[in-house]
């Protein structure tokens, strides 16, 4: 797992809309998992301007949801597939149709999340997944205590995680109980993952997820057993971490040619 962290929210935006912007340049057919949720939005809203200004383009490209609500209308604005398309895929040069979601109004849900895992291999695999991570630790709504191995399935959202999601309802009561989320094991398949974290807040988390045990009660500390794991951190989503200073001296002593 690499660390890096960055002097402020906008310094890490920069640095994850870059990595994106260099796998889509030389690989125009990549697939790229995108995350809801506030920590990804910087990232958007440059890949936006990089796209508005002609420097990238996602016309070749296919993007999958880490997750998505069960029981919203598809047209819901808070559908991710709704999310996603308002705040990044209507904005740059997407086709509609290569915007991949869990099918969460099929009569048997079980099988569609075995669908959605068979479509992410036939896709040919996940070249880089964004992630977020909750307060408790979730990344997806993959809880704690979640397998560490689980695949795409359906999941009950704790009391924790519909208040942390209630900003976007009207109440908490309105934010749906179940979700269909990829799986740890689902998103551990994914070639580079990238996980972005700002603001105090996500220090706790952030620090258990790093440094702290592999343990299904972090789900995000999964990522230390992935062989290309990105987190990219401002200084206050930094603070909880023991060997700060060491990430920052090993990115600052990178050699050029070798990037994230």
């Known amino acids: 797992m690499e660390v890096v962290i960055t002097p ?8 994850v809309a870059d990595v994106v912007a260099q796998l889509v340049d030389p690989r125009p057919h990549a697939v790229v998992g995108l995350a809801t949720g506030t920590s990804p939005l910087g990232a958007y809203r440059l890949l936006i301007a990089e796209h508005r200004a002609g420097r990238v383009s996602f016309a070749g490209c296919r993007a999958v949801l880490l997750d998505e609500y069960v029981g919203l209308p598809p047209d819901h604005p808070e559908a991710y597939r709704s999310v996603i398309r308002r705040e990044f895929a209507d904005h740059v040069d997407l086709p509609p149709d290569q915007l991949y979601g869990p099918d969460v109004w099929a009569d048997d849900l079980l099988a569609a999340c075995a669908r959605y895992d068979r479509l992410l291999a036939d896709l040919g695999g996940v070249d880089l997944q964004l992630l977020g991570i909750g307060s408790d630790g979730h990344v997806g709504f993959n809880e704690p205590g979640s397998s560490l191995r689980s695949r795409t399935r359906v999941k009950t959202l704790t ?7 209630a900003r976007f309802f009207a109440s908490a009561e309105e934010v749906p109980r179940h979700v269909v989320t990829q799986g740890l094991g689902t998103i551990g398949d994914a070639r580079h993952v990238v996980l972005i974290a700002t603001g105090a807040a996500k220090a706790e988390p952030v620090a258990r997820a790093v440094e702290g045990p592999l343990a299904a009660v972090c789900p995000a500390s999964v990522l230390q057993l992935h062989p290309h794991a990105t987190v990219v951190l401002d200084e206050a989503a930094a603070g909880g971490l023991q060997l700060a200073d060491y990430y920052r001296e090993a990115y600052a002593g990178k050699p050029s040619w070798q990037g994230l």
């Open 8 to 15: 402020m929210a906008e310094d890490a935006a920069r640095v």
């Open 159 to 165: 009391k924790a995680t519909r208040r942390d999601n």
